[in-house]
């Protein structure tokens, strides 16, 4: 038998060799070409994930944006720093996208408002604005950069938060994983993990363009990581807390990335 | 006489099969995050000729309101977008494959006569290894879009961490207008490479999937050379 077969390769006509290779690879291009399609198929049709911290993206798809963010953390450096400009380029009229958690119909007095620090236990830390004044002031005027595709240099000064940390001597809470920030009525709240809160250039704002925080910026007191995208940078601090596990995030719930690191 | 003449090695279908489905994508949910602001126009002395993109033609391909979507798709892609381009090229200097590809002192010059050619202005085209003068240049470039894609992509993508990056491609504005016109080439650039192989016909095209090309041999050369040790090679390769 063995022999025989043998000799009937040997005896392929270049045509029946044609033939054969032919089939051998467009047999495969199909089969290949088809499980294409079925992984395609099913990434499409995959149902959403339960929704929890993250939700809105479909299952697969988060879990690449989870390790994708793992991969990435790699090349965080808290000496990575974002360009910085001169006072000239920034905007004059700094563009406000987004009221969610500050709406104009909702009461909200300034004046009365505290940071509140949660602290171990569950006892708060509450800081006027006054007090956060007298901290060192740092100024940045950088590139804001909004997930949606657009940008804007604009002017921002505050304190930063690794300053505010070591004055409340909150130096233990960096060696948990992650700040949670919500607004004072809770409708807006962004998760950070904690290399990027820490950033040199992270700062709790309350100007903008050398006066106090607009209501519609975010006054009194805002969010300014220029690590990450604009959908991080809360407007109107209500509470501050720490975590090592990740505090909930507006955006992520809708689909988007929970790290949206820049 | 048929005989079989190798072409296109595996690796190199492979890479090209595979990048054509993952580009496609790449391309659809770039769209989707462009959407979120679509500001690019053809605009010359303050007249607007064109907008990327007009909305008939968002709503064809079911664009709006995708941009999470769009940024999750082209963020697991990339990964795949970014390894199959590496495969090709580590295995073209490898394999030394690269010296068919890339454009040698004279292929521009011949560029130009294979263009006569192809537009039937010129009787004859230049000779030939496995690609002319003008593929050779159409391929390379290729190749170095992707790169180009990769690297503003990365600019765009973590412009603080990847600093450098974003510096080298001029800031990040200028940064996401290549990654774009980048994105635009590949759709030029397939357009006419699909007009190439539909006119160049069946035998090249069956060569990116099979790897080789039955070429007609004068029946005095076959007496010369037994077909045999061709053929055993052929199977060897594939």
């Known amino acids: 038998m063995e022999t025989k077969t043998t000799k009937e390769k040997k005896e392929l006509t270049v045509e029946q060799q044609i033939n054969r290779r032919n089939f051998i690879s467009f047999a495969g291009f199909a089969v290949l070409a088809g499980s294409a399609f079925g992984g395609w198929r099913w990434l499409s049709n995959s149902p959403e994930e339960t929704a929890g911290i993250t939700a809105g993206a479909k299952a697969p798809l988060r879990r690449a944006l989870n390790n994708t963010e793992l991969i990435f953390r790699n090349f965080f450096s808290s000496n990575h720093l974002v360009k910085t400009y001169p006072k000239s380029r920034a905007a004059k009229h700094v563009r406000v996208n987004s009221d969610i958690g ?153 689909g988007y990335d929970y790290y949206s690191g820049l | 006489m048929k005989v079989i003449k190798e072409k296109h090695s595996l690796l190199m279908r492979w890479t090209h099969w595979v990048n054509f489905p993952i580009l496609t994508i790449m391309i659809w949910s770039g769209m989707l995050i462009y959407w979120a602001n679509d500001e690019y126009t053809i605009t010359l002395f303050g007249h607007k000729f064109f907008s990327f993109f007009p909305e008939w033609f968002y709503h064809a391909l079911k664009i709006p309101h995708r941009l999470s979507e769009g940024m999750a798709f082209h963020f697991l892609f990339m990964w795949f977008f970014a390894l199959n381009g590496v495969f090709y090229v580590i295995y073209s200097v490898i394999s030394g494959e690269w010296r068919e590809l890339v454009p040698k002192k004279n292929s521009f010059k011949e560029a130009w006569l294979v263009l006569l050619h192809d537009l039937h202005i010129r009787k004859t ?70 007009v190439q192989v539909i006119l160049a016909g069946w035998n090249n095209f069956r060569s990116v999937i099979s790897g080789f090309e039955v070429i007609n041999e004068p029946a005095e050369l076959i007496t010369e050379t037994p077909v045999q040790p061709t053929t055993a090679n052929g199977n060897e390769n594939n």
């Open chain 2, 125 to 194: 085209a230049p000779p030939q290894n496995k690609y002319n003068a003008a593929q050779r240049i159409a391929y390379t470039a290729i190749i170095i879009m992707g790169l180009g894609s990769l690297i503003t992509g990365l600019a765009i993508y973590k412009p603080v961490q990847f600093y450098y990056l974003t510096r080298l491609c001029g800031g990040y504005h200028f940064a996401r207008v290549l990654h774009f016109v980048l994105t635009l080439g590949y759709v030029f650039f397939f357009i006419i490479h699909i």
């Open chain 1, 102 to 254: 500050i709406e104009s119909n909702k009461k909200f007095d300034p004046a009365t408002w505290k940071l509140e620090i949660v602290k171990k236990g569950g006892e708060i830390l509450q800081i006027t604005l006054d007090e956060l004044k007298k901290l060192p002031k740092t100024e940045l005027i950088y590139d804001f950069k909004c997930v949606e595709g657009w940008d804007q240099i604009s002017h921002w000064a505050g304190v930063k938060f690794i300053d505010l940390i070591e004055h409340y001597h909150l130096g233990e809470y960096t060696q948990m994983q992650y700040v949670g920030m919500e607004t004072p009525d809770k409708a807006y709240y962004v998760g950070i993990d904690m290399p990027s809160a820490v950033h040199p250039q992270t700062i709790l704002a309350y100007e903008v363009n050398d006066k106090p925080l607009p209501l519609g910026n975010g006054a009194p007191l805002r969010l300014i990581i220029p690590v990450k995208y604009g959908i991080k940078n809360l407007k109107r601090i209500g509470t501050i807390t720490f975590s090592n596990t990740r505090p909930r995030d507006y955006w992520a719930e809708q």
